[in-house]
């Protein structure tokens, strides 16, 4: 309840604040900020360049002068695709690897941990502080927002947690999408699912609501197991900005998700034949609830050239797991942080940036019961970011380099450098390195229950360097190829032991180095004016002391065909995700010491298609692992079949 009343309150205030994009090209013709980081049209001409939110401190970087790599879904891939999950377009970006149960679904990138990406959702990072990683499960789709991906470290603009990249999740402001949008679905295994979105502006103010419900009575995710895993997840959400004066803009964000469902534990019986299998546990439920705001203000002087932002952002995150005898674990997170940056353009090509973090991440473990850790932590960071860009008709480069100062660790300095050349008008070279540091969780530190999990307070933060080479080539006027090769290292990689004579699960820090490294590839094409075709293709070495890390698969491929009748009457889309055999920890041995075991590679095969019933009314309809195929993502746990539902949508 204290959750809906502070999202209640935030929301209110995010009616009347706002959340601009610092973009200056195609204002002229009146484009926002959504339309030109989507590549909207100015008087019947591109603009530039669609502008990146994430890969600068100040969001302004034009797409076409970012030095490393980067994916962007947009929102007319959302649409075509019928995305619900934001994990399930993941797959179609090269160098990401997802992993879900229920409960917790994970990213990686290019072979790097699931905590080792930091996620932001409209700015605001959203990871669970106990855990260090967000389940990327519970972010569903919005009408109209955006998703980008940069790979690569990026801890020199944002600090720890982003070692392995970025994934930006940015909704639609209401002036880029007006009006009402809203749909409603149902399907097998008693799914509805339903969204509404409004989009309201003024001369001066922009304002939008949204609200997201996914509702499915599952499918069973035991080997042999009949029973149903199911969830409902709720997404309430509010955004806007208002211009106060011509140099002064306002801005709120609020996000409420709640998700509530079941999942089955292993087997602990160690007389069992299924001991360490997931087995159909009636009665055990998990509720996650997470509240996110953040509030902020930006000042321009010097007719725009020397913008000033400032930026508060709160996260509250509390998760549970019941079973029929009562609460069986919980943890309580929260997170404070406020940001100043200071962006100077010194001329047209010419860009400086100064931002300074002041971040404390607080938890405290709620199990019940005398034999858990359950004193409140905290850790307070303060981080300084310099950073330069320069952007010119041929040459790009940048440099950014970031101290942490934090009160349980060594201070750490990170870096990050990128430069790219457009050899021809179709042809571009571009390189990056950087480093990133990664501090260790709080239940890594202090533990979760005795007996079971006991922390080690003398872990040091994980340390990465990387670099890469890549080349964007444009194919005639309606293909762009994108190929990268990457190579990176860790250093005192985290992970968990199991000491003799008690076996007891602990952390620490690898005396030896992780090694990542892969090739990653691209392919955008438009084929007339009713097909189009996306393709992405990862390969991966990731390997700790010569050993293959788990859940990082050595190949993974996707593509999606779009076919759009005249006048939009009509479209249809297939998306075919292959991800390749890859290796998992199996706790089998009676000692817990983990068994490396082998999953399976699988194909899953999509097929949706939608038709203009009348203005602003479509009909739908879309199958998922259309060939029921039957897959593992996490040892043990089956990945659910074939899936179907129809539904209708609206747009005024």
């Known amino acids: 309840m204290k959750n809906l009343k ?47 939110v994430s890969a600068s401190r100040d969001g302004s970087l034009r797409r076409d002068s970012f030095t490393g790599s980067v994916s962007v879904i947009t929102a007319a891939d959302l649409e075509s695709r019928q995305t619900r999950d934001i994990a399930d377009v993941l797959r179609d970006v090269p160098g990401v690897a997802v992993a879900g149960v229920a409960g917790q679904t994970q990213i990686r990138l290019r072979g790097a ?14 990871s669970d502080p106990f855990a260090g990683e967000f389940d990327i499960g519970t972010l569903q789709a919005e009408p109209g927002a955006r998703v980008e991906v940069l790979r690569g470290p990026q801890s020199a603009l944002y600090g720890p947690d982003a070692i392995g990249g970025v994934i930006a999740y940015e909704t639609a402001r209401g002036n880029s999408v007006p009006g009402i949008a809203a749909r409603v679905e149902a399907g097998t295994q008693g799914t509805v699912n339903g969204a509404a979105r409004y989009g309201a502006y003024g001369d001066s103010w922009d304002a939008a609501l949204s609200a997201v419900v996914v509702s499915t009575d599952g ?52 007389a069992s034949p299924t001991f360490g299998f997931i087995i159909d546990s009636p009665g055990v439920t998990f509720t996650n609830e997470a509240v996110y705001a953040l ?97 010119g008709e041929a ?40 480093s990133g540091v990664k501090n260790p969780g709080f239940f890594e530190l202090y533990g979760f229950v005795d007996g079971r999990f006991i922390g080690n307070a003398a872990l040091r933060p994980e340390k990465s360097t990387g670099w890469e080479v890549g080349f964007d080539q ?19 990689e985290i992970f968990t032991t199991f000491p003799a004579p008690t076996f007891i699960a602990t952390p620490a820090n690898r005396a030896t180095v992780s090694k ?46 779009t076919w759009a009748a005249p006048g939009d009457a009509a479209s249809a889309t297939l998306v075919v995700r292959h991800n390749g055999a890859s290796l998992d920890d199996a706790f089998t041995d009676p000692s817990f010491v983990p068994v490396r075991v082998e999953l399976d590679a699988y194909t899953l095969v999509n097929l949706n298609a939608r038709v203009k019933l009348a203005d602003g009314i479509s009909a739908f309809a879309r199958a998922e692992n259309l060939l029921d195929e039957r897959y593992e993502q996490v040892f043990s746990f089956v990945s659910p079949g074939r899936t179907a539902v129809v539904g209708i949508e609206a747009r005024f």
């Open 295 to 391: 509030v902020g203000a930006k000042f321009d002087t010097l007719d725009g050239r020397w913008t000033h932002d400032l930026s508060a952002q709160v996260a509250e995150v509390d998760r549970e797991t019941d079973s029929p005898f009562g609460l069986t674990s919980a943890s309580e997170g929260d997170r404070f942080k406020a940001s100043y940056v200071s962006a100077f353009r010194l001329a047209d090509a010419h860009n400086l940036t100064f931002a300074a973090d002041y971040e404390v991440e607080g938890f405290r473990n709620a199990t019940p019961g005398g034999f858990v850790f359950d004193e409140r932590r905290e850790i307070e960071q303060i981080g300084l970011v310099g950073e330069y860009r320069y952007s």
């Open 6 to 52: 502070l999202l209640s309150s935030v929301a209110g205030a995010a009616l009347v604040w706002a959340v601009p994009v610092v973009a200056q090209d195609g204002r002229d013709c009146g484009l926002t900020d959504q339309d030109i980081a989507e590549g909207a049209v100015c008087g019947g001409e591109a603009t530039p360049a669609p502008i990146l």
């Open 113 to 126: 941990e699931a905590n080792h990406v930091l996620v932001l959702v409209d700015g605001i990072e959203v």
């Open 474 to 492: 444009e194919l005639g006027d309606s293909a762009r190829l994108a190929v990268t090769y990457f190579d990176s290292e860790l250093d005192g």
């Open 219 to 270: 499918q069973p995710n035991a080997r042999g197991g009949t029973r149903d895993i199911g969830r409902d997840s709720y997404t309430l959400a509010g955004k806007g900005s208002a211009q106060v004066t011509d140099s002064l803009t306002l801005r709120a964000v609020a996000r409420l998700i709640r998700t509530e469902g079941q999942t089955n534990d292993s087997n602990f019986d160690t």
């Open 516 to 561: 990542q490294r892969g090739v990653e590839v691209s392919l955008d094409a438009q084929f007339g004016p009713q097909w189009s075709f996306d393709a992405a293709y990862s390969y991966l070495d990731a390997e700790e002391n010569g050993r293959e890390e788990v859940r990082r698969p050595e190949h993974i491929a996707s593509a999606a065909l």
């Open 395 to 434: 040459l790009d480069f940048s440099a950014a380099l970031r101290h942490d100062f934090n009160d349980l660790f060594r201070d750490a300095t990170t870096f990050r450098v990128g430069a790219g050349y457009r050899v021809t008008d179709t042809t571009r070279l571009r390189a990056a390195a950087g």
